[in-house]
């Protein structure tokens, strides 16, 4: 805690965050518990948590929201611990122009998954502040039928809210619904493309454009460094290319370093220096990241090196599978466990091997050991007669006909165990979709709908543990 605190009391005394508390107030629009606990943080001279993430549909993938709650954990832990006012910031990141992966979000329903889409696709290089939503309706019909009863309506409305116009932008209405979310939990969400921001960011922007050589090849000897201890660079290194992106009219597009020094306009940083940008325009601690930010915080010290600034802190975040009580219903039913899901495919045939009978699982088993006694039984014989290597290849094409047979008893009795086999993908679409984690895949929204908006303060205090961990400087 101590570091913690060094760190907290440095931040806070530096000069000017009253003047930059207010010139950015437009792009954060504070409300409720979140203006409250931010409005202590500007009269106490306190210091943030920040985290963030690009649009994504319908709010994107749970980690949106387990980053959030991991921000909002470990500023009250280090309020707590090291008595500095704090709060956490969620980055809205609606700069990014990256529409493939904001324009999908992924439901589990009984059966599988399902993904919704939105189709109005942009011109290449068009920010989401600056995409506009499409028809939404029929996406926004199937998230309401996979929410099921959904005893908590509030947070379907907020999706009606923030997605219903077609006109509105994929940025716009992710920060609509992050901060109709997360400000009852005192989280204010900053919008990256407010224009208060992007003036806040330009002094950074523009010493990362003068600074643009040096930083090339900051960028290149860490790279080296990075290969040389076995792994690849998180961020691949693009000679020629600076660390920021100016908007052409609708359509932003990546700096040259031969034009860094002269470019005037919109200017918005890349990914290696946004940690930078948010640590400038606030009193940021630390940044609460994923493991792919984690990994390419080694190159943002680089580059921070190389404009002679202090390096951001990043931090994990806590990570989390949400098991909802019909979940865990139907893995009792199975007498399965989620770590069972791993590897795919292998517990559908496991559970159709046990629905096999008796008799034909013995038999199979008295086939194989039959087999796998041929050439001991008739071995001495077969090599006087010469023809010992088609004994042991006969060998093996019998215990290939009985795995190809036993293959095709266990596809019948997935037939068979039609039941069964639905739970398990209704099993696999809300733990493991896809085969991955989660809270990568699946959206919040129809959770958040059955078991009530409180699960973001359950989720928060979950995380409590972990962000003590961090600010005691413990291993997690």
């Not at 907290?8 to 207010?22: N, T």
């Not at 959030?68 to 090291?82: K, N, T």
């Not at 122009?97 to 942009?122: C, K, M, N, Y």
């Not at 068979?416 to 919040?444: C, K, V, W, Y």
Request: charged content about 20%.
């Amino acid at each position: 805690a101590e570091a913690w605190r060094a760190l907290a009391q440095a931040r806070a005394a530096e000069s000017g965050w009253h003047e930059r508390w207010e010139a950015l107030r437009p792009a954060i629009m504070a409300t409720g518990p979140a203006a409250e606990r931010l409005a202590r943080v500007v009269r106490d001279g306190g210091v943030v948590v920040t985290t963030g993430q690009q649009p994504g549909l319908f709010g994107g993938p749970i980690y949106t929201w387990s980053k959030a709650v991991s921000a909002l954990a470990l500023a009250d832990a280090i309020q707590e611990r090291v008595g500095v006012a704090t709060a956490a910031i969620y980055w809205a990141a609606t700069d990014d122009a990256d529409f493939a992966e904001a324009a999908s979000t992924a439901i589990a329903r009984p059966g599988g998954l399902e993904v919704l889409r939105a189709h109005q696709a942009p011109p290449t290089g068009t920010p989401l502040a600056l995409t506009p939503l499409g028809d939404l309706e029929a996406a926004r019909h199937r998230l309401i039928e996979a929410s099921g009863s959904a005893p908590d309506p509030r947070a379907l409305e907020t999706v009606g809210t923030a997605y219903g116009d077609p006109t509105r932008t994929h940025g716009d209405a992710f920060v609509a619904l992050l901060r109709a979310l997360l400000a009852p939990l005192g989280v204010p969400v900053l919008d990256a493309s407010h224009e208060a921001a992007v003036k806040a960011s330009a002094p950074t922007i523009r010493l990362a454009l003068d600074r643009a050589s040096a930083i090339e090849a900051a960028l290149t000897n860490r790279a080296s460094e990075i290969r040389a201890a076995g792994f690849e660079p998180q961020v691949d290194d693009v000679r020629g290319l600076a660390l920021a992106f100016v908007r052409d009219a609708t359509i932003k597009r990546r700096l040259t370093i031969a034009e860094a020094s002269g470019v005037t306009g919109w200017l918005t940083p890349n990914v290696l220096l946004r940690p930078i940008v948010e640590r400038a325009i606030l009193p940021t601690l630390a940044y609460v990241a994923g493991p792919g930010e984690l990994a390419y915080f080694a190159q943002v010290g680089a580059v921070a090196d190389a404009m002679g600034v202090s390096a951001p802190v990043a931090v994990p975040r806590w990570s989390c599978t949400l098991i909802e009580p019909q979940t865990e219903a139907v893995l009792t039913r199975l007498g399965v466990t989620p770590a069972d899901l791993d590897p795919p495919n292998a517990l559908e045939g496991r559970l159709a091997r046990a629905a096999m009978s008796e008799t034909t699982a013995r038999t199979l088993a008295d086939l194989r050991e039959v087999i796998a006694m041929l050439p001991d039984t008739i071995g001495e014989e077969s090599e006087a007669l010469g023809v010992g290597g088609a004994v042991v290849g006969a060998t093996k094409g019998l215990h290939h006909r009985v795995d190809r047979l036993e293959r095709r008893i266990v596809a019948a009795l997935k037939r068979r165990e039609s039941a069964r086999m639905t739970d398990l993908a209704t099993l696999r679409a809300a733990l493991r979709p896809r085969g991955a984690r989660q809270e990568r895949t699946l959206n919040i929204i129809p959770l958040l709908a059955r078991n009530g908006c409180e699960l973001l303060t359950d989720m928060c205090r979950a995380a409590g543990p972990h962000a003590a961990a961090l600010v005691a400087g413990e291993s997690i």
